[in-house]
């Protein structure tokens, strides 16, 4: 079988400063929430013809957006904060699909990562695109 061809832009390691979690006395509190975050985008915007920002997708401001996003007040949950990013992601028609991983750590006794991942193909990047149209 022959395989598309495909672009990504992949975002790994990204400290992020958020409030997540509900925790008692003598829980382990994580000390970081890092994001891994794996963009599909079409072909054409790697494959360019001439070097300018006008031929591919400027990531700094979806960047910008999600460190905003982290900041944005207290989560109970990962999933909330990757739900946000994941809309996000969908407001930009240039991202087709979308893999977001959050990871915290430690989890227990100074050790281990804990992460959420989230996987959305094209039809559900443009089903969330959608809805966020519908509630406007």
Known sequence: MKQASSAVIELRDLQLKTDIGTYGPGDTQPDVHLLDLTLGILVNQVVI??????QVFDYDPLIMEIERLAADGHYETQERLITRIASACAAHSAIQRMEICLKKSPVRSGSGSLGVRLTLD???????????VNAA
């Open 49 to 54: 013809s001439h070097d300018g920002m006008a």
């Open 122 to 132: 094209e039809v559900a990047t443009d089903g969330l695109r959608h809805e966020q």
